[in-house]
């Protein structure tokens, strides 16, 4: 035989049911930004009142250009932070600085490598022809973090900008003319 189950623990009982009535004392009253639960009946006329007008295309199409311009600085403020992790890191070979460049070379090329997929939300219609104008601006951004990356890897002595990093290149040279006689050399 089936034994029945245990009554649930007062707790869940305390839960379930409202809270009793408490008689409003009307000689004491309500603290400040104090306000009175609603019943059922005025929560249902409440919610249709305040019904929400779904927002027409046209400012649909605003808002989705402020979100894609939002979007397309969005690496320029990373921009100061960047430059203040690159100075921290200091000009010498490091695991740490190697990988800050490293970041600093991958993150703008996969972002403008993704730029299509990055701004597909916010295109419509209404928002395509504008949407370049943004989409420019965004590989801009991307642009200036690359560059960022390009300063940092002149700054650790990386890029061959003297004569004297191409001398595997350069042939010997033939003298003119010289001070000692051949036959005293």
């Known amino acids: 035989m089936a034994s029945a189950p245990p009554p649930p623990p007062q707790w869940v009982l305390d839960l379930n ?6 008689s409003k004392n009307a000689s004491i009253p309500d603290p400040p930004g104090f306000t009175a639960p609603l019943s059922a009946k005025q929560r249902s006329q409440a919610s249709k009142q305040a019904t929400r007008q779904p927002p027409s295309p046209e400012e649909m199409d605003t808002l989705k250009m402020k979100k894609a311009w939002e979007l397309a600085i969005a690496p320029a403020k990373q921009l100061p932070m960047n430059a203040i992790g690159m100075y921290m ?11 800050m460049v490293f970041t600093l070379f991958k993150t703008p090329v996969m972002a403008v490598i993704g730029l299509q ?6 295109e419509t219609p209404g928002t395509s022809g504008r949407l370049l104008g943004v989409k420019l601006v965004y590989v801009l951004m991307n642009i200036l973090m690359l560059g960022l990356g390009i300063w940092k890897v002149n700054q650790m002595g990386l890029l061959p900008t003297t004569r004297s990093d191409w001398l595997a290149w350069e042939s010997e040279r033939s003298w003119s003319e010289r001070a000692v006689p051949r036959e005293w050399l």
């Open 17 to 22: 049911s409202p809270p009793p009535a408490s």
């Open 89 to 99: 890191t200091g000009n010498t070979l490091q695991i740490f600085s190697i990988f």
């Open 117 to 122: 997929r990055t701004f597909a939300p916010f």
